[in-house]
């Protein structure tokens, strides 16, 4: 059974850090294109990173977080992170896991097939 499970979500004044985990089981993360969403109250969901592996990492971006936010996976837990720094009231929202079956297409603009349940970040000014 696949489970994504968010973790690191809190409360930071501006400018402040927060690193997000997501535990994965079911599946093996290195075979997948994986990534963070976000979901800001009254507003779309929008996709903040993604990660893959086809013959090197590749990693992708929203601009908005480019240069501040960071993914990682560690294929030996089967985990994925978010190091989220120099953070703005904006980047208030709830943030989810996703992972697609394939590693490859690994992009925004395709669908994710597993989801976690989220982690709220707020962010105060």
């Known amino acids: 059974q696949v489970q994504l499970v968010e973790s690191g979500g809190g409360s930071v004044q501006a400018g402040g850090s927060l690193r997000l985990s997501c535990t994965a089981s079911g599946f093996t993360v290195g075979w997948k294109c994986m990534g963070w969403f976000r979901q800001a109250p009254g507003k779309e969901r929008e996709g903040v990173a993604l990660?893959?592996?086809?013959?090197?990492?590749?990693?992708y971006y929203a601009d908005s977080v480019k240069g501040r936010f960071t993914i990682s996976r560690d294929n030996a837990k089967n985990m994925v992170y978010l190091q989220m720094d120099s953070l703005k009231p904006e980047d208030t929202a709830t943030y989810y896991c996703?992972?697609?079956?394939?590693?490859?297409?690994?992009?925004?603009?395709?669908?994710?097939?597993?989801w976690g349940l989220g982690t709220l970040v707020t962010i105060s000014s």
């Open positions: 990660t893959t592996f086809r013959g090197a990492l590749y990693s």
């Open positions: 996703a992972a697609r079956d394939y590693s490859y297409p690994c992009g925004f603009d395709y669908d994710m097939n597993y």
